[in-house]
């Protein structure tokens, strides 16, 4: 049985700092491209950034220099360190895995950045 569980939402100031983290299990962890997906209310699911299974990264212009993604293999796990947080930044934060026709999700961690 495939879980995604995401962790690390709350309810943090503008210019502040949060850190989410997807522990995943019943996968080949090491094999799978991770990402970091949004959606806010309103509006529809959007990619925040990936890293694959080589450990290549990608994040949308939003994001960039602000977010960073990164994994542990050995911890079966996937973190975003989000510096710098904006209000458009507030949505439902979803951990995604993905190798060929696989493709999973968590069920979100709420993120809110409200002075």
């Known amino acids: 049985q495939v879980q995604l569980v995401e962790s690390g939402g709350g309810l943090v100031q503008p210019g502040g700092s949060l850190r989410l983290s997807c522990a995943a299990s019943?996968?080949?962890?090491?094999?799978?491209?991770m990402g970091w997906y949004r959606q806010a209310p309103g509006k529809q699911r959007e990619l925040v950034a990936t890293i694959t299974s080589g450990g290549s990264t990608n994040y949308v212009d939003s994001v960039k220099g602000r977010f960073t993604i990164s994994r542990d293999n050995t911890k079966n796990t996937v973190s975003l360190q989000m510096n710098s947080l904006k209000p458009e930044d507030t949505a439902v934060y979803y951990c995604?895995?993905?190798?060929?026709?696989?493709?999973?999700w968590g069920k979100g961690t709420l993120v809110t950045v409200s002075s």
């Open positions: 995604n895995a993905k190798r060929t026709v696989m493709n999973y």
């Open positions: 019943g996968i080949f962890f090491k094999l799978y491209d």
